[in-house]
């Protein structure tokens, strides 16, 4: 059996002598989208940034198509795993070209010299892929919130990393956006990459991610397809909240009715 | 646009040798003249030229790494700190003995201060508390420095040191000039290969670390260049404000906000900002040869007053 595109075994994260992950096993594969569920503090984002190296675990390891993800090259691992933070934003009102170039710097770019025809081309299929060939040559700041996003979601994208971390990429954003970035990620999984996603809303996690992981009270509540994953049992207990469970086209779309006494 | 700064800094270093009490010292003809030239105007224009270049550089890096567009060694006390460090070595008799003691002084202080601040940063201060940091670094650093010179035996110092400190490139001859320049260099060297990580952080301390950038060891460099380039500047010009503020600020636009495209251009426009601040303190027509800190700071804070104005509002709410 291969190793899988990224793992957490026996994760145990804490902030300030709390516990924020309790003992994490997962295992995440190319070619999926996982989605990323569960009530506010949880431990959603912490799991992302562990992924993603930017955390050190308390116990237990992260690996990285079997290897240690902490003691992986720095150029290595930016090369692997690109991140898109909650709520991503620029200092500086810089070009949205130049932004997305950012993602190369793992490559070895440098964005005071000429960039090279991969870098290039890598910027432009980005731009492509978040429909944003248009903007690319506006300011940041001269952009609505949905373009900004767009031209983030192209950042991360232009690195074209095996493995991609989205920290609630639709958050804010209208119907239109969320959809269309939804289906940018799908697209990145059928690319073959491994596609992680924090999100709050569990009806397009139903609708996009072919595996959801429900965290709740610091550990993993369910972990499968959608429609186990949102069952009853599970996320009512995990929200506290008890949910209508709908289903539209055969997907199930959880409704948040009452929250329980 | 660097070409045409060269060229501007050019026919400023000229007009910095011909400027002064005695106008167009060559002219002389006579071994005066040529000494003017060689062991005056040339160290101070040369002094200029370095001293300016790595203030408009510091205060890029600084803008860069805080990401800050009001930061500047003189606003956020480094250059204070610098200037306290150095007076401690000069009234402990340090500076006598050992020759290098200034500069290095001047150094450690500066590399202090940047220190204290980009901790303050890390835990995530907003635009408005690090300049209240900085108010307070610069608080302390004068305190500091009256409480040495009150100690002095030398009932001169203050006057001596008043003067020294509001900064000026007024005598320094060829000692100075190889006293600090070696340093600047340096630091200089330092921070300008570290553009494309500032270029990262503009998105953020995460995203630039999940794109390789390792903070911490650039954060070791950074310091370690801000200080030496300050330090050193500092140690033998007493405190010159501002220039590491406008420096950035006037060609950020013009290259597009990226903090790496503005580290070149920020140092030849500080450069030529000094070098022409000098020449303009020589012909004002002063009692005394005005201080050519006083100048800078006279020019410059109603230039920080405008950029507070038009910083962008997301910028003064965190």
Redesign the interface.
Same mark, same amino acid.
């Given at each position: 059996m291969t190793a899988s595109a990224i793992a957490v075994r026996g994760l145990v994260s804490c902030r300030e002598h709390a516990v924020v992950l309790d003992g994490l096993d997962l295992a995440f594969e190319a070619g999926q989208v996982a989605a990323i569920v569960g009530p506010n503090g949880a431990g959603k984002t912490t799991l992302l940034?562990h992924l #993603? %190296? @930017?955390d050190m675990p308390a116990a237990g390891e992260v690996e990285l198509h079997g290897k240690l993800l902490a003691s992986l090259d &720095? $150029?290595l691992? $930016?090369?692997s795993? #690109? *991140?898109l &933070?909650q709520a #991503? +934003? $620029? *200092?500086? &009102? @810089?070009?949205a070209r /130049?932004?997305v170039a950012? %993602?190369r @710097? &793992?490559h070895g $770019? /440098? @964005? +005071?010299r000429p960039l090279g025809s991969r870098d290039t081309e890598a910027i432009q299929r980005a731009l492509e892929r978040v429909d944003g060939v248009g903007l690319a040559d506006r300011?940041i /700041?001269t952009m609505s919130q949905g373009e900004r996003a767009r031209m983030m979601m192209a950042?991360a994208l232009s690195?074209e990393a095996p493995i991609l971390l989205a920290d609630e990429p639709v958050a804010s954003l209208d119907p239109a956006y969320a959809l269309e970035t939804m289906k940018i990620l799908r697209d990145e999984a059928a690319r073959g990459a491994c596609v992680i996603v924090v999100l709050h809303d569990l009806g397009l996690a139903a609708r996009f991610a072919d595996r959801i992981v429900v965290l709740a009270d610091h550990k993993v509540a369910a972990d499968g397809p959608p429609d186990m994953a949102l069952a009853a049992d599970v996320i009512d207990a995990a929200y506290g909240v008890t949910f209508r469970h709908v289903s539209v086209d055969g997907v199930p779309q959880p409704v948040a009715w009452e929250r329980q006494e | 646009m660097n070409r045409w700064l060269l060229l501007l800094l050019a026919v400023l270093f000229l007009l910095s040798l011909a400027v002064g009490p005695a106008w167009w010292p060559w002219r002389l003809g006579t071994d005066v003249g040529w000494a003017i030239v060689w062991e005056l105007r040339l160290p101070r224009a040369t002094l200029g030229l370095l001293i300016g270049g790595v203030l408009g550089l510091s205060g890029a890096v600084l803008q860069g790494w805080l990401r800050n567009p009001l930061t500047e060694p003189g606003v956020i006390g480094v250059s204070a700190c610098a200037g306290f460090a150095a007076v401690c070595a000069f009234y402990s008799g340090l500076a006598a003995t050992f020759a290098l003691a200034l500069p290095l002084a001047g150094i450690t202080g500066a590399a202090i201060a940047v220190a204290l601040l980009m901790g303050a940063v890390r835990s995530g201060t907003g635009t408005v508390s690090l300049l209240l940091m900085g108010v307070a670094i610069n608080a302390i650093a004068a305190a500091l420095i009256s409480l040495v010179l009150a100690l002095s035996p030398n009932p001169f110092a203050y006057q001596e040191i008043s003067l020294w400190l509001a900064g000026s490139i007024v005598d320094r001859d060829l000692h100075y000039l190889a006293m600090a320049a070696p340093f600047m260099v340096l630091g200089a060297a330092i921070v300008l290969g570290a553009g494309r990580w500032l270029d990262a952080l503009s998105l953020g301390e995460d995203t630039a670390r999940s794109l390789g950038a390792d903070t911490r060891s650039l954060g070791l460099r950074l310091t370690l260049g801000v200080g030496l380039m300050v330090g050193a500047a500092t140690s033998v010009a007493g405190v010159i404000g501002f220039v590491g503020l406008i420096a950035p600020h006037l060609i950020r636009a013009r290259v597009g906000f990226r903090p790496g495209a503005t580290l070149v251009p920020s140092m030849l426009v500080g450069a030529t900002l000094v070098l022409g601040a000098d020449i303009v303190v020589r012909l004002l027509p002063t009692a005394s040869e005005l201080q050519l800190g006083v100048f800078t700071s006279l020019v410059g804070a109603p230039f920080l007053v405008r950029a507070v104005r038009k910083a962008h509002a997301a910028w003064l709410a965190t």
């Open positions: 940034r #993603a %190296g @930017l &720095p $150029a691992r $930016a090369r795993i #690109a *991140y &933070p #991503a +934003s $620029a *200092y500086w &009102p @810089l070009r /130049d932004i950012l %993602g @710097l &793992p $770019a /440098d @964005l +005071s300011p /700041d950042r690195t | -």
